[in-house]
């Protein structure tokens, strides 16, 4: 299906988390010297009127960049990429929004090299316009252009990745964003990054996905984890609760796939604010988690049947005991009686009083009343986190996703 126009969704509160993101994966890749390859697989048209029929009809950067176009005293992390957005505004109005290939351009270093794939006819052809004004712009201003370093193709970005990996300088980003119109997207991201991986197992990969009612996307998340990555971040942000009829997008993240060390502080930092600025009531929130790579028993528990156990070495909280299993693949179980460096028969420590939790709230206050803490484990993983921490619940309905 190619009746996605993301012209009609540009700059959202989707489009705010995966370029704010996307500009973060850029600043951290810029501080070696080494070259790399960025491969878009979904790119989109590359830059978009904000007054044009499409963005004017839906208006959906009302949700997104709008709210934080004359915001003050913003997040340090959150500045590089408002910066970027106003610099292709220089009058001041907020007229042009970019995409991914865009904010490539303009975050990487000249020596890099930018592979774009767009299948759409019409937003392909409108790619290869907008890169050859960026490119005759710098001719003008007397800078050096990138040349054969960017190359825009015609076609599929998910088999694309097979001839592009692993790349000459070893070193790559690789930005996956279908529109998710078909329930088979999801199946062929995760394929597209196992096989990815098995060619460059040192890649950075970021996903964006929306977060809907379908069961493909509910589920999406865990199968990413399950990929051969030595680590994983997810971060989604919602900004409302969805409606009955379950019609809009309220709600997406970023899975990334070997992120950069830094890169979770940044969110706890700036997550937070979004919230605050873009939620529309009490069920805007944000989730962030981070894991390692599962393997043996644990990725068995985790696609066996039944309930779901603790999974050992994924650093997120059990909704089952309140804290994260350290136990490794194949380490027995502790028995009845015993604790982590005590021997049978000996008395148990006296349990911890759990921390009372605080929700975040759009407004930004977190002094509400402490919850209680749950009495039994049904209770408790019934729980939605209303704070940055681990997330326990499904997500939120909706029928429409964004695109880059």
């Given at each position: 299906?190619?009746?996605?126009?993301?012209?009609?969704?540009?700059?959202?509160?989707?489009?705010?988390?995966?370029?704010?993101?996307?500009v973060q994966?850029?600043?951290?890749m810029?501080?070696?010297?080494?070259?790399?390859?960025?491969?878009?697989?979904?790119?989109?048209?590359?830059?978009?009127?904000?007054?044009?029929f499409q963005?004017?009809?839906?208006?959906?950067?009302?949700?997104?960049i709008?709210?934080?176009?004359?915001?003050?005293?913003?997040?340090?992390p959150?500045?590089?990429?408002?910066?970027?957005?106003?610099?292709?505004?220089?009058?001041g109005?907020?007229r042009?929004?970019?995409?991914?290939?865009?904010?490539a351009d303009q975050?990487?270093?000249?020596?890099?090299r930018?592979r774009l794939?767009?299948?759409?006819?019409?937003?392909?052809?409108?790619?290869?316009?907008?890169?050859?004004?960026?490119?005759?712009?710098?001719?003008e201003q007397?800078?050096?252009?990138?040349?054969?370093r960017?190359?825009?193709?015609?076609?599929?970005?998910?088999?694309?990745l097979k001839?592009?990996?692993?790349?000459?300088s070893r070193?790559?980003?690789?930005?996956?964003?279908?529109p998710?119109e078909?329930?088979?997207?999801?199946?062929?991201?995760?394929?597209?990054?196992?096989?990815?991986?098995?060619?460059?197992?040192?890649?950075?990969?970021?996903?964006?996905?929306p977060?809907?009612q379908?069961?493909?996307?509910?589920?999406f998340p865990?199968?990413?984890?399950?990929?051969?990555a030595?680590?994983?971040?997810?971060?989604?942000l919602?900004?409302?609760?969805?409606?009955?009829?379950?019609?809009?997008?309220?709600s997406?993240?970023?899975?990334?796939?070997?992120?950069?060390?830094?890169?979770?502080?940044m969110l706890r930092?700036?997550?937070?604010?979004l919230?605050?600025?873009?939620g529309?009531?009490?069920?805007?929130?944000?989730?962030?988690?981070?894991?390692?790579?599962?393997?043996?028993?644990?990725?068995?528990?985790?696609?066996g049947?039944?309930?779901?156990?603790?999974?050992?070495?994924?650093?997120r909280?059990?909704?089952l005991?309140?804290?994260?299993s350290?136990?490794?693949?194949?380490?027995?179980m502790?028995?009845?009686?015993?604790?982590?460096?005590?021997g049978?028969?000996?008395?148990p420590?006296?349990?911890a009083?759990?921390?009372?939790?605080?929700?975040?709230?759009?407004?930004?206050?977190?002094q509400?009343?402490?919850?209680?803490?749950?009495?039994?484990?049904a209770?408790a993983?019934?729980?939605r986190?209303?704070d940055?921490?681990?997330r326990?619940?499904?997500?939120?309905?909706?029928?429409?996703?964004?695109?880059?």
């Amino acid at each position: 299906m190619l009746s996605y126009r993301h012209a009609f969704h540009a700059g959202n509160h989707a489009d705010v988390l995966k370029h704010f993101v996307q500009v973060q994966l850029h600043l951290y890749m810029n501080q070696k010297d080494v070259p790399y390859t960025y491969i878009d697989t979904h790119s989109g048209a590359g830059v978009y009127a904000l007054d044009s029929f499409q963005a004017t009809k839906t208006a959906e950067f009302d949700t997104g960049i709008g709210p934080l176009w004359n915001a003050t005293e913003v997040p340090a992390p959150l500045k590089p990429y408002l910066d970027l957005v106003k610099s292709m505004n220089p009058s001041g109005k907020m007229r042009y929004y970019p995409g991914s290939p865009y904010v490539a351009d303009q975050m990487a270093r000249l020596d890099d090299r930018l592979r774009l794939f767009e299948l759409h006819p019409a937003d392909v052809k409108i790619l290869h316009e907008n890169v050859r004004k960026a490119e005759a712009h710098k001719a003008e201003q007397g800078e050096r252009a990138r040349g054969k370093r960017v190359i825009i193709e015609h076609g599929d970005g998910f088999q694309s990745l097979k001839k592009l990996l692993p790349p000459p300088s070893r070193r790559a980003l690789v930005l996956v964003d279908p529109p998710y119109e078909v329930k088979d997207d999801y199946k062929k991201v995760r394929d597209a990054l196992e096989e990815a991986l098995g060619r460059f197992p040192s890649g950075m990969y970021a996903v964006w996905y929306p977060v809907l009612q379908r069961m493909e996307s509910r589920q999406f998340p865990d199968k990413l984890k399950r990929l051969p990555a030595k680590e994983w971040l997810n971060v989604t942000l919602t900004i409302s609760t969805p409606g009955p009829d379950g019609i809009g997008l309220h709600s997406s993240g970023m899975f990334i796939l070997n992120p950069p060390y830094t890169l979770e502080a940044m969110l706890r930092e700036t997550m937070p604010y979004l919230v605050q600025v873009l939620g529309k009531d009490s069920g805007a929130r944000f989730t962030i988690e981070r894991g390692t790579q599962l393997t043996g028993a644990a990725s068995a528990r985790l696609a066996g049947e039944g309930p779901r156990a603790p999974v050992g070495n994924a650093r997120r909280a059990s909704p089952l005991s309140g804290k994260g299993s350290l136990r490794l693949p194949g380490q027995s179980m502790l028995r009845e009686g015993e604790e982590e460096g005590r021997g049978p028969g000996a008395k148990p420590a006296k349990p911890a009083t759990p921390a009372p939790r605080r929700a975040w709230r759009p407004d930004g206050n977190t002094q509400g009343k402490p919850q209680a803490p749950a009495s039994s484990p049904a209770r408790a993983e019934s729980k939605r986190p209303s704070d940055g921490g681990p997330r326990t619940a499904g997500p939120r309905p909706g029928n429409r996703s964004g695109k880059r």
